[in-house]
Nanobody, 126 residues
Framework: QVQLVESGGGLVQAGGSLRLSCAASGRTFSSYAMGWFRQAPGKEREFVAAINWSGGSTYYADSVKGRFTISRDNAKSTVYLQMNSLKPEDTAVYYC???????????????????WGQGTQVTVSS
């Protein structure tokens, strides 16, 4: 079992940056693949970015590619989402998710993840 706590959300103007953090506790963090998802008001939760256990493989949704960067620090049991050039359409609650995996793969489907954080609000004003 792993517990996930997101932080770093807030209000930012369009074009600005935020860095989200997701701190994990419980089991060995380095045995988990991680992902970020988001849910905007009135919309379904969608995939944002994913990273494998070592950080050597990453994948992004087309809507954030080139603007967002996912990374992890296994020594700190934390995964990050650096968000640059933010747009109003990036406004959403952002969730991190975890699943056990020691392979090279990452996961983009919600059902692939067993553990979820409570979410952190990101609001981008125009």
């Amino acid at each position: 079992q792993v517990q996930l706590v997101e932080s770093g959300g807030g209000l930012v103007q369009a074009g600005g940056s935020l860095r989200l953090s997701c701190a994990a506790s419980g089991r060995t963090f380095s045995s988990y693949a991680m992902g970020w998802f988001r849910q905007a008001p009135g919309k379904e939760r969608e995939f944002v970015a994913a990273i494998n256990w070592s950080g050597g493989s990453t994948y992004y949704a087309d809507s954030v590619k080139g603007r967002f960067t996912i990374s992890r620090d296994n020594a700190k049991s934390t995964v990050y989402l650096q968000m640059n050039s933010l747009k109003p359409e990036d406004t959403a609650v952002y969730y991190c998710a975890a699943r056990e995996s020691l392979g090279s793969g990452y996961y983009i489907r919600q059902y692939s993840y067993a553990y979820w954080g409570q979410g952190t609000q990101v609001t981008v004003s125009s």
